[in-house]
């Protein structure tokens, strides 16, 4: 049995839940037996006989919705009208009055009842399958951007690592060189400084680097 506390702890969103049925208001009479646990629900897909539309910027097409689900649209004026006449009766109306209305009014204009209310029960239903689908791709979509957020993770450490590992070769070049560097210079301080500067200045291939820029003297500084 449903939850006593509130008519609309019901399967699929049928009510909303309310702790407290509202006095002078009644509760409303059972659609059908909706109170069979969730898990019993059919599968989002077979509230639709064609791909509902997506919701664009949370936007939702409730038309297209239900006429995804196979509600005609004479069916979805019917519900729509009915809520208008509820709409236009004053607040304090009493929840039997308001219904004696109503009926009354239906039943004048020739309205089936019994298809508002079936036709009501399938538009929640058919929200409520709109909801499910919407969690279903939500979740697909951050299970997919999570996997790939993993994958850019692992390429930047990836990155990373080639660059520390870099900076640690350059780092041991310059070291080897500069020991290599004073292995060759004790040879030329051996020969003087003087013989060094002639051989620099006399050799194509070598740069004084203590000599003018380009288009100087080409005197040693």
């Not at 910027?57 to 809520?83: C, L, M, N």
């Not at 109306?93 to 009501?120: C, H, M, N, W, Y």
């Amino acid at each position: 049995m449903a939850d006593k506390k509130g008519w609309g702890t019901t399967v699929l969103g049928w009510f909303v839940v309310q702790d407290e049925q509202p006095s002078g208001d009644p509760p409303p009479e059972p659609v059908a037996d909706l109170a069979a646990p969730a898990a019993a629900a059919p599968p989002p897909a077979t509230f639709f006989v064609t791909p509902p539309p997506a919701a664009s910027s949370g936007q939702v097409a409730f038309d297209k919705v239900f006429e995804a689900a196979g509600i005609a649209a004479e069916e979805r004026d019917r519900v729509g009208k009915t809520r208008d006449l509820l709409a236009t009766l004053p607040a304090g109306t009493d929840g039997a009055i308001k219904k004696q209305i109503v009926e009354a009014s239906l039943k004048a204009f020739g309205v089936p009842i019994d298809r508002i209310i079936e036709t009501g029960a399938a538009e929640i239903q058919a929200l409520e399958g709109y909801i499910r689908v919407g969690d279903s791709d939500t979740q697909a979509l951050l299970q997919e951007s999570e996997s790939r957020i993993r994958q850019f993770e692992e390429e930047v450490a990836r990155i990373r690592t080639v660059m520390a590992a870099r900076v640690q070769e350059q780092q041991a070049v310059v070291r080897a060189c500069n020991e290599q560097k004073l292995g060759v210079q004790q040879v030329l301080e051996f020969f003087g400084q003087e013989a060094v500067a002639r051989v620099v200045r006399e050799s194509p291939r070598l740069h004084d680097p203590n000599g003018p820029p380009a288009g100087g003297s080409g005197q040693p500084a």
